[in-house]
């Protein structure tokens, strides 16, 4: 079932220009959105949460414009960035006490459970957690008010590796749970170890939108990696 | 809404917004441009913004299951909110220097504006003005409140010295009224004053509506 499409998304500034950009995430999938840095993957994130104006283009979730019920469909979207952090002063158990507020969904038992399992210390400040804490912070956040889809930007920007190989594994058991997890990376290794489908956009435009296997089928040479096929396509084949 | 108000009192809000409150009470202060007070008040407010900026506050409530235009509602109820506490105080200091030191010498002998019904309209008309062009003009960008601030600045301080200047004018001697003489022209005066905070604060927040929708985080 389509949970997220993006139809035809258009957004032109002075020196890039993100062109018709389409694609959709299926229910319960891991998406892979890759691309070097640049390509526009934050700037379309951005614009399917509304928080960039596209020039056109329709984003839809649960066959709902989101331009038309932004509110209510937030309710059913989880969103976490591994380089901003909110509130970097204030404790985590402050933020979360107002956050939930807002989602008559919250399960505080959900909540108490992923505080356990990603031994996240509540008293603490944003300021005093690392990288891969912060993100594991956002997606409690999420988890707890029962998100339905998770989109993250670059989550994995700034881990390591057993950090990464962590949260590629919590991925994972929230696909099994039936979430939709989409999440952009230019680490091209995070596909290969948890994507079921993969979208790529170079240069503001989508190159690929399918699953995984059909990616390699249609693009992968004989005894070339995942990585190596991307290296390869983005080095020149992409555009020419 | 509530909820939105909360958030921008426990996350947003700066500690220095509450504690300048208080100033409002420089109307007690006799021999001084009281209305100085209210761009005290003002710089608490202006500190919010500034922590809430480097909070990422904009981006946070974006993301929160709730309308755009509700999070610059937010942000006005705030504002309002702290200005209301400190026109209380100033409302007690007024009412204070009205009946019981009205004949107080200290008071009497003020060289400077007395703090009297107009002087409370004129602090709603400088609340209003910060309104317009502060948070108004803050959510031109929702991320530059500097040029705002000190064009702010630069009203405010004529506006007090307008204000101050006034009752120096042959003619317009009542403005500086003591007790409860020239009551009606002050009342008036404190209901223009009242009216003008609204119709700037409510226009200020309807153009920060469509401003902020407008712009990309």
Known sequence: MVIVEVKQLRKQYPSFALKDISFHLESGRITGFVGRNGAGKTTTIKSMLNMIHPDGGVIRYFDTPFADHEAELKKRIGYSTGTVSWYPRKRIRDIVDIVKRFYDTWDEAAYQKYLELFAIDETKTPLALSEGMKVKVNLMLALAHKAEVLILDEPTSGLDPFSRNELLEIFTELRDQGVTVFFSTHIISDLEKCADDIVYISKGQIFAAMSKPDFIRQYAEAGESLEDTILRLEGGAVHA | ?217
């Open chain 2, 1 to 217: 809404m509530r909820n939105v108000l909360l958030k921008e009192m426990r996350l947003s809000a700066s500690v220095l917004s509450y504690l300048f409150i208080l100033f409002g009470l420089m109307f007690f202060v006799p021999g001084y441009p009281v209305l100085c007070g209210v761009f005290f008040v003002t710089l608490g407010i202006f500190h919010s913004f500034q922590s809430a900026r480097e909070a990422n506050d904009i981006v946070f409530s974006a993301l929160l299951p709730i309308a755009k235009r509700d999070i610059v509602k937010g942000k006005f109820l705030f504002v309002c909110l702290i200005e209301g506490c400190a026109f209380l105080l100033m409302a007690l200091a007024v009412i204070l220097r009205m009946t019981v030191f009205s004949q107080s010498a200290v008071y009497r002998g003020n060289a400077m504006m007395n703090a009297n019904l107009f002087a409370l309209g004129a602090a709603c008309v400088i609340f209003g003005l910060f309104n317009w062009i502060f948070v108004g003009g803050f959510f031109k960008t929702a991320y530059k409140f500097g040029r705002p601030f000190v064009l702010f600045i630069v009203v405010c301080f004529t506006a007090i010295f307008t204000a101050e200047a006034l009752h120096h004018i042959p003619g317009l001697e009542k403005l500086n009224a003591f007790g409860t003489d020239d009551i009606v022209i002050q009342l008036i005066l404190l209901a223009a004053g009242i009216l003008i905070f609204l119709l700037l604060t409510v226009l200020s927040c309807r153009k920060a509506w469509k401003r902020f929708e407008r712009i990309d985080l």
